[in-house]
């Protein structure tokens, strides 16, 4: 069933690439397998899909061991991230999607010097202003990247976001829009340790339409595993 699910998910990305005359290779599908067992895991490995999503610091820290002899899997927090459990995952991941604060940037330089390691992060960015939702507003998103830069052993990668959720991802062609050309914007500032090369927008709902507005990075949860 899994494998069904990565096809019709492979040939979508296809579809979209095709259509956005963008390359296969550009786009990172990250397989969002929070609440999922390890034995669904494993079935997507084993298709060689190994870039993987959680969003809770003890999760992503009992599948890192469970799976760290049998694959290289390059582990992505997507998840919000408490100042106190920085220290349980800056080396474990390959990168964080969910910095919307200075602070915890600095927690996250602090604890990357402890493990003598770089830690890449994204700005996680409040595209649609949703009160509900954590990230930084757009206003305030160059001032944050500009600040954060300092840090050693922080890099900046490139902006993340949480469209809103609809039934219609057109809906949320516009939000997608605003992302990349906010992403392309900081990009051309050329900013020093700052390297704007992923951006990580475009869940099952709306992957489709991210991927034809420039998305580098797409997070597949429930269109790979099923329902949670
Ligand atoms: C759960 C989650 C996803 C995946 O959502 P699906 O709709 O199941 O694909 C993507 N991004 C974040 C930040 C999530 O928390």
Not at 193 to 202: E, K, R
Request: contains cysteine; hydrophobic residues 35%.
């Amino acid at each position: 069933m899994i494998k069904e699910n990565i096809n019709e998910v492979e040939t979508k990305i296809q579809n979209a690439v095709k259509r956005s005359n963008r390359n296969r290779n550009e786009i990172t599908l990250i397989a969002v397998s929070k609440t999922k067992p390890i034995s669904m895991i494993n079935e997507i490995l084993k298709e060689g899909i190994l870039d993987l999503g959680e969003n809770k610091v003890q999760e992503l820290c009992d599948k890192y061991d469970e799976l760290k002899e049998k694959f290289h899997i390059n582990w992505h927090m997507i998840g919000h991230l408490q100042r106190n459990k920085v220290k349980y995952i800056v080396d474990k991941v390959t990168c964080i999607h969910s910095v919307d604060s200075y602070r915890i940037a600095e927690q996250i330089d602090i604890e990357a010097k402890k493990k003598n390691c770089i830690c890449n992060i994204l700005i996680e960015v409040n595209i649609a202003n949703e009160s509900s939702k954590f990230g930084v507003l757009e206003d305030s998103v160059y001032k944050l990247i500009n600040d954060i830069a300092k840090f050693s052993n922080v890099r900046v990668r490139g902006l993340m976001t949480v469209a809103p959720y609809t039934e219609n991802a057109e809906d949320n062609r516009m939000y997608f829009r605003k992302m990349h050309d906010l992403y392309v914007d900081i990009r051309n500032k050329n900013i020093d340790n700052v390297t704007m090369d992923m951006l990580s927008m475009g869940m099952t709902n709306d992957y489709e339409v991210a991927i034809e507005e420039g998305a580098t990075h797409i997070r597949v949860g429930t269109g790979l595993f099923g329902e949670r």
